[in-house]
């Protein structure tokens, strides 16, 4: 065989390889997931900057939503495929008979969402008739509800102040109000305002970890019509934590590009939060009286929403719950 038609050959035999890893990357299925810019989702950062996702046969287009709230309600409409929410989020979507449900437990806040005021006010007893910014449809609405709720106080007992999260620390460091209720990175950055002079956490997760817990939620039709993708995504995700344990130098630059935030800010705000291995995460979706488990944080998140008008019934916990995915991959199936 001449060096010609050698070349030739092994030139056709590229052309029909990048051909058909064309057609399999074109065809590999790809899943919409709503978000937003939070610490405890850096493992699903990390995932997608180490192709973990692809590794597992599926394609994530992240988009970022500037309210959290307003999610539930996209991935009910059909306008997102999944989303990255809190229990707290999930539950007044399955008293109004969504069929919301949790395929993984991404992370419990240990700190990150917090209650910010002035110095000068040194407890919760003491902010009330006072004004409070927060956004009231999200996790800070039920850190400062239960906040109030163990000081023997309720929301009636404040002025809240509506505004999205990302607005509050504005709020706070223009002296429009003193006292804020957010998540990081906003809450270090208001701590950290004038030389860390100014203001304190009053109150945080840190207080009852496990209590606001973020999930990876998708529609129970979804689910079953779309096992492969979505356990592939859950895999990824934890290839994403096992790289963070791994390479914490390199992990800390991926998180940092996707949060916008210094790399050596990662590892501070990860302090706050704590993403549980697949054998926690199993443990969450069994009943039993720890906090972190969603069938005790459900009745104590239910008991406070109830209380203040945000759903009218507790929905049936077990029903929210999606756990064959974990317990699979806990398991080494």
Not at 134 to 161: E, H, I
Request: hydrophobic residues 45%.
């Amino acid at each position: 065989m001449n060096s010609t038609l050698k070349i030739k050959l092994a030139t056709a035999c590229l052309l029909g390889v990048s051909m058909l890893m064309g057609g399999t990357a074109s065809a590999m299925p790809t899943v919409s997931i709503g978000t937003v810019v939070w610490i405890g989702y850096a493992p699903l950062y990390v995932a997608e900057h180490i192709q973990a996702f692809e590794k597992h046969g599926v394609k994530v287009k992240f988009t970022n939503f500037s309210d959290n709230a307003t999610m539930p309600a996209a991935v009910e409409g059909g306008s997102i495929d999944g989303a990255t929410l809190t229990y707290d989020q999930v539950l007044p979507g399955a008293a109004k008979g969504w069929d919301l449900q949790v395929a993984l437990p991404i992370d419990y806040s240990s700190g990150a969402d917090a209650m910010v005021s002035t110095d000068d006010i040194t407890s919760i007893k003491q902010i009330r008739g006072m004004n409070v910014a927060y956004n009231a449809l999200s996790p800070s609405a039920f850190l400062l509800a239960y906040a109030l709720q163990k000081n023997g106080m309720s929301l009636k007992d404040v002025r809240s102040v509506n505004m999205d999260p990302g607005a509050v620390p504005a709020a706070l460091i223009g002296g429009n109000v003193k006292v804020g209720v957010t998540y990081e990175p906003s809450v270090s950055s208001v701590v950290k305002a004038d030389g860390g002079k100014r203001f304190h956490v009053l109150f945080s997760s840190r207080e009852a970890p496990g209590l606001i817990t973020d999930v990876l939620v998708f529609k129970h039709s979804y689910i079953v019509k779309h096992k492969a993708e979505v356990r592939g995504i859950i895999e990824a995700y934890y290839d994403g934590l096992a790289y963070m344990k791994a390479h914490p130098k390199e992990a800390a630059v991926y998180i940092a590009k996707s949060m916008g935030i210094k790399p050596d800010e990662v590892a501070d705000q990860l302090a706050g939060i704590h993403n549980p291995t697949p054998a926690q995460a199993v443990m969450n979706f069994k009943p039993s009286k720890a906090i972190d488990s969603f069938y005790t944080s459900g009745k104590v998140i239910g008991g406070i929403l109830i209380a203040n008008g945000t759903m009218h019934k507790m929905p049936d916990l077990a029903k929210t719950l999606y756990p064959h995915f974990v317990e699979a991959i806990a398991a080494g199936h």
